[in-house]
């Protein structure tokens, strides 16, 4: 079967090529960063739900209805109430003010070192949290397919890096829409298909696999439970709303990789189309991974498989790969390998992009068109070997908790950005230039302090756990330490607001 599997990734990739091939006429650095501004809407709306479910969230939401339940639609109605707030406050802002990089707004409204501090948070979440998502994606490859053909895991991680390289070189943002657009159709495809092999396999009606779902969560709970009403819990149902909302806010709102996309479309009116018709799927698609989820479980109950001792991520490869037969490995593969590399293409060019105009501000220098574009390769092969870099380096150090540590860590440098959009957007108040220096320390501070709020929380809080809240109080300390560094301004027309 791996040799099989080989034959559909080439064939694969050439599809993937193709796309490149021709979204890359005529290109030149405003298609690379911006799409020429000329991206569909639909074709964005559609091709975001690959970028917005990475190979982890593929692997991990199915896996976690195990041990949470449905408890993870509180934040799918949470990303509802997110993606509304984007497309009526921060979509006009951005669109008003023509940026590029978003977080150019920060140096317009807030300082140079708010520009540089925004940038470089974003820089650091994005290439160890992705670089880390498309490193889960290889290892699972690595397990179920390359290792039977032989093929070292830094092999693997090579041709995988330089594949999105490649097709991303040229055009960047203008090609990775189109293949985001193949990449989500592979995506939901892996996912329709796998419920259809899973019900046939089971012969069952819906409502008797309905009613054995209540049995099938961790020691025989239902795992069709929606609302956790334990306050306590980090999967209480407002904690996962609010945190939903607020996840959705900070990490696709106040995230260039997600952004980029948003503001290649023609006009604000197409953005705000592109916006609400994709939070429409999304849900969709996260009802349908909740579906599975619990499908999955029906499955183990009835055949004996012990997933009680197996990491919940594990749980949708394993069936797939053993126990459903040929067709249901092979979509999940493909679906795997849509995801993360949907996830990493628009990160390749994301942090290019904000390296090219938050760092270097190629657009402020009297360059040619041809010496940007020097520079944008240059950095785009750079970005790609610290991606490699960061990957071969977890490969051979892997451990779990190392892993987790650096998933919450890249996690919380959203709490900084939200706060700094948060002072910028809703304050009439300015940072005067010698307390500047404080906005990066500041950054740095908050999230190590609510990191051990949330290592020690149980201890501290008699047994309260943090969930997605954290990323609220990570934010709102960081606005009222800019407000204590800050003074009323006396020129309210240098203030660039809503």
């Known amino acids: 079967m791996a040799s099989f599997i080989l034959i559909f990734f080439v064939l694969y990739m050439v599809m993937l090529f193709v796309i490149a091939g021709i979204t890359s006429r005529k290109s030149d650095n405003q298609s690379y960063f911006t799409g020429n501004r000329q991206s569909p809407w639909f074709v964005v709306a559609y091709g975001m739900i690959g970028s917005s479910l990475s190979g982890v969230t593929f692997m991990s939401v199915p896996g976690d209805v195990y041990t949470t339940q449905f408890t993870y639609f509180g934040v799918v109605i949470g990303y509802i109430l997110g993606y509304l707030v984007i497309g009526k406050l921060l979509l006009p802002l951005y669109y008003r003010l023509q940026v590029t990089s978003i977080y150019e707004y920060l140096g317009m409204r807030v300082g140079k070192e708010a520009h540089a501090t925004g940038s470089l948070l974003f820089f650091i979440s994005r290439l160890f949290g992705s670089a880390l998502r498309m490193y889960l994606v290889i290892f699972v490859l690595q397990i179920f397919v390359f290792d039977g053909l032989g093929i070292p895991i830094w092999a693997t991680s090579i041709v995988m890096i330089a594949i999105i390289l490649l097709y991303t070189f040229r055009s960047g943002l203008r090609t990775v829409v189109w293949t985001d657009l193949l990449q989500t159709t592979f995506l939901i495809g892996a996912l329709v298909i796998t419920l259809i092999v899973i019900l046939r396999t089971m012969d069952s009606s819906f409502s008797q696999l309905w009613s054995e779902m209540s049995t099938a969560g961790k020691d025989g709970s239902d795992c069709r439970l929606v609302w956790n009403t334990d306050w306590r819990n980090n999967s209480y149902f407002l904690k996962q709303i609010i945190g939903g909302m607020f996840i959705t806010i900070a990490m696709t709102g106040l995230d260039q990789d997600m952004m980029q996309k948003n503001l290649s479309c023609k006009s604000l009116k197409d953005a705000q189309r592109n916006m609400f018709s994709f939070t429409a799927i999304l849900v969709v698609v996260n009802v349908l991974f909740l579906l599975l989820g619990a499908l999955l479980l029906v499955f183990a109950q009835r055949n004996g498989i012990d997933i009680a001792h197996m990491p919940t991520d594990r749980i949708y490869p394993e069936i797939a790969f053993k126990y459903i037969g040929k067709l249901g490995a092979i979509v999940f593969i493909f679906g795997l390998i849509s995801a993360g590399f949907s996830s990493a293409d628009g990160t390749f060019t994301a942090l290019t992009t904000s390296v090219c105009y938050d760092i270097l501000k190629i657009q402020n220098r ?39 540590i650096i998933f919450k860590v890249a996690s919380y440098t959203y709490g900084p950005l939200l706060g700094l959009f948060l002072f910028g957007m809703y304050t009439k108040r300015e940072i005067p230039a010698s307390r500047r220096f404080m906005i990066p ?58």
């Open 366 to 404: 009297q360059y040619s068109e041809e010496r940007q574009a020097r520079i944008r390769r240059i950095v785009h092969i750079v970005i790609a070997l610290l991606f490699l870099s960061v990957i071969i380096f977890v490969s051979s150090h892997h451990k779990d908790a190392l892993i987790r």
């Open 441 to 498: 320390v500041v950054s740095v501070a908050i999230p190590a302090l609510c990191y051990l709020l949330s290592s020690f929380s149980m201890q501290w809080f008699d047994g309260f756990q943090f969930g997605y809240e954290l990323l609220i109080i990570n934010g709102l300390l960081v606005f009222f330490c800019l407000l204590l560094l800050s003074k009323k301004t006396l020129d309210t027309d240098t203030i660039i607001q809503q």
